[in-house]
């Protein structure tokens, strides 16, 4: 497990920064781009599917709970699933403003390498401890958050929920 002091110690080998602001999130996720984007950094080819799934995870999170505000709560049922979609469909396309920032970070220490995610977005933050305690594998939502806490060594909220901080460790 990657200790959290070592971010303290090091200085990241690279970054790379996007912000995606209203238009830009009306579009196609970002997120295959900002893979490629990643992947140019040489980082190692088994952790691309799982890296992937952890960026799209934090993606979605940011747009639909923080920048669209969409209520969790609409996905307790099947027809509520669809509601929620049908929702963040009109959301969507009335958007004029809010942004998803998307800060990726490489830290090498040894033989241990490791990449810190933080994105924010411009919503007015969610009750994250909330909706951990009340989501399962078999609810309808929350389970993007379980599956992001199981992929990576550690996660943490930020600012009222309005930004989350990963850590991904990286195959040797």
Not at 23 to 52: V, W
Not at 89 to 117: A, C, M, P, Y
């Amino acid at each position: 497990m990657v200790e959290k002091e070592h971010t303290h110690i090091l200085t990241a080998d690279w970054q790379i920064s996007r912000v995606y602001n209203a238009p830009q999130l009306k579009l196609e996720t970002p997120i295959p781009a900002l893979l490629e984007s990643l992947l140019e950094r040489r980082l190692p080819k088994n952790d691309q599917e799982t890296l992937y799934t952890v960026l799209a995870e934090l993606y979605a999170n940011a747009l639909d709970h923080g920048v669209l505000n969409l209520p969790s709560a609409l996905k307790h049922s099947v027809d509520g699933v669809e509601q929620y979609y049908a929702e963040r469909e009109q959301r969507l396309e009335t958007l004029d403003n809010g942004s998803i920032s998307i800060t990726v970070s490489h830290f090498q220490n040894k033989d241990k390498r490791w990449l810190e995610i933080l994105v924010e977005d411009t919503g007015e933050g969610f009750d994250w401890k909330m909706t951990e305690e009340q989501s399962s594998d078999h609810d309808f939502f929350g389970r993007g958050l379980l599956l992001i806490r199981s992929l990576c060594q550690s996660m943490d909220f930020r600012h009222d929920g309005r930004s989350i901080h990963v850590v991904f460790s990286l195959s040797p």
